[in-house]
């Protein structure tokens, strides 16, 4: 288990056709049958997948498994900023404005094909080893149509 979070678990799993680790986000099974977080969950999915960009966690595969739905992603091997900060306390200005960077240019390529994240937060943005910030979590994504929430 890497997280659980309101919607689901997710796991780090192996993408066996490409024999590579993925975070697997599964829908938790009391979701399954409301319509709403169905479609949260598979617009978070599309969503993601609309974007392609350094600073974006991609998404890879949606599927659903005898009524278990599920999305695999890049898997992050890293922390989020919310784990760097309670672990080692205030992040240096220089830093954290490299992160805030990163985290923007990511944040505006998903702006820039009409999402708007609406849930941007440290446990949201993950670091990876080589120090690279990566948006993730676009469960409340807003987009252009006239979806609600």
């Known amino acids: 288990v890497l997280g659980t979070g309101g919607m689901g678990t997710v796991y780090l799993a192996r993408q066996l056709s490409l024999d590579r680790p993925v975070a697997l986000k599964v829908m938790g099974r009391k979701w ?3 319509p709403v977080f169905v479609a949260r969950f ?3 999915a599309f969503a ?3 974007l392609s960009h350094p600073n974006v966690v991609p998404i890879y595969d949606i599927g659903d498994a005898d ?4 999305f695999s992603m890049e898997y992050v091997p890293g922390r989020s900023l919310a784990d ?3 672990a080692d306390g205030r992040v240096d200005p220089e830093t954290a404005v490299g992160y805030v960077v990163q985290a923007a240019r990511g944040l505006k390529h998903a702006h820039d094909r009409g999402l708007i994240h609406r849930d941007v937060k ?3 943005l993950l ?3 080589q120090g690279m910030v990566k948006v993730a979590d676009l469960g409340l994504v807003k987009t252009g149509s006239a979806e609600p929430g």
């Open 42 to 44: 598979t617009r978070e």
């Open 32 to 34: 399954a049958t409301d």
């Open 67 to 70: 009524g278990v739905r599920f």
């Open 84 to 86: 760097v900060v309670k």
């Open 127 to 129: 670091l990876n080893d």
């Open 48 to 50: 993601a997948a609309l």
């Open 122 to 124: 440290p446990d949201n």
